[in-house]
């Protein structure tokens, strides 16, 4: 459950993002990108003749090599329990720039994200990001093209792991085939968050039904293309309320 109050301001909006999750039974866990488990089962595999070498070349600290020698990454798990609470809060102000042409609109934004949501149990990050994000959409009569580029700088970091900034980005072509109903895919990109794991990249096919004037839901698949420490696929349905 989501709640996402927005107020707009001439070319000005401001959003805030207000998530609180409840899950029962099996539910995945990865709570920190990139995978911890993958991480750790790395490092553990060195002597430590080459951990001592990489700690001296400042590639790893000692903190992350006893936090893998003491749990190795259980933060990335499939857990039978069931957990609730509130995840992390967002803030988003967005200018919307004068249009370009009739077919072509851009914006600018600036966002920020608490860690006010438990990261041990996968409702939160860990971490407060500072984040930038600019966006193009080309619009036709039936088919849209969404370029987003963003980046995000970490404030703080309570996960006790070496964490970077990082970029990220994403392409979303959808195609409104019918009046109430829009297929879509989106391709996400994001640069890795550690030294030790590569960049995660993955796709999301969508369709979007709107149902009346205030109701939508939003049914999809994600593909995370074998990524450590991710399910294969995820498969859900989203219903969102606007008034």
């Not at 909006?13 to 207000?18: D, E, G, H, I, N």
């Amino acid at each position: 459950l989501t709640f996402s109050p927005a107020m707009t301001l001439g070319d000005f909006s401001l959003t805030a993002t207000v998530p609180w999750q409840h899950i029962d039974g099996t539910y995945f866990v990865n709570t920190v990108y990139p995978a911890l488990v993958n991480a750790c089962a790395w490092l553990n595999s060195l002597s430590n003749l080459r951990k001592l070498s990489l700690i001296r070349q400042g590639k790893l600290t000692l903190e992350q090599v006893q936090y893998c020698n003491g749990n190795a990454g259980v933060e990335s798990a499939t857990l039978d329990d069931s957990v609730e609470g509130a995840g992390d809060i967002e803030l988003f102000a967005n200018y919307f720039l004068p249009p370009l042409s009739g077919y072509a609109s851009a914006s600018l934004g600036l966002g920020y994200k608490f860690d006010n949501g438990d990261w041990e149990t996968g409702l939160g990050s860990g971490t407060r990001d500072l984040f930038t994000e600019a966006a193009l959409l080309l619009q036709g009569e039936r088919l849209h093209l969404l370029l987003t580029l963003a980046y995000d700088r970490i404030e703080a970091n309570a996960t006790g792991l070496d964490l970077n900034d990082y970029g990220y980005g994403s392409i979303d072509a959808g195609w409104q085939c019918l009046d109430a109903l829009t297929l879509g895919l989106e391709y996400h990109y994001q640069q890795a968050m550690t030294d030790l794991i590569g960049d995660l990249d993955y796709f999301t096919g969508y369709g979007d039904l709107q149902l009346g004037k205030h109701w939508t839901m939003r049914l999809f698949v994600t593909d995370y293309r074998g990524a450590e420490g991710y399910p294969e696929e995820e498969i859900g349905a989203r219903l969102s309320w606007q008034f």
